[in-house]
């Protein structure tokens, strides 16, 4: 059974950084595309960044130039380094991955994907 299980959410103050991990357990996902969503109540849940089974990202607008996704294919783990936090960015963060292999990545959240219980992320001005 597939599971994601996110870490590394937590309270910072606007300009600060975390960073998020997301452990993947169940089988292997060197050839899948990984990526975070993010959401906040009311609202839709919104694309952050994806990294592809090759190595290839693509970022929000948003966050371009301040976040960082990179994956470590031999832990089974994807990663979201975030700078330069703003209170905008606060929102629980969701690790998902493509449930085909070789998939490419999509802004759109797909229920048919993997998801993980998401990770609380606060910033604070």
């Known amino acids: 059974q597939v599971q994601l299980v996110e870490s590394g959410g937590g309270l910072v103050q606007a300009g600060g950084s975390l960073r998020l991990s997301c452990a993947a357990s169940?089988?292997?996902?060197?050839?899948?595309?990984m990526g975070w969503f993010r959401q906040v109540p009311g609202k839709e849940r919104e694309f952050v960044a994806a990294?592809?089974?090759?190595?290839?990202?693509n970022y929000a607008d948003s966050v371009k130039g301040r976040f960082t996704i990179s994956r470590d294919n031999a832990k089974n783990t994807v990663y979201l380094q975030m700078n330069s936090l703003k209170p905008e960015d606060t929102a629980v963060y969701y690790c998902?991955?493509?449930?085909?292999?070789?998939?490419?990545?999509?802004?759109?959240?797909?229920?048919?994907?993997?998801w993980g219980q998401g990770t609380q992320v606060t910033v604070s001005s």
């Open positions: 998902s991955i493509r449930r085909i292999p070789l998939a490419v990545p999509t802004t759109t959240p797909d229920p048919k994907d993997y």
């Open positions: 990294i592809s089974w090759s190595g290839g990202t």
């Open positions: 169940g089988r292997t996902f060197s050839s899948y595309t």
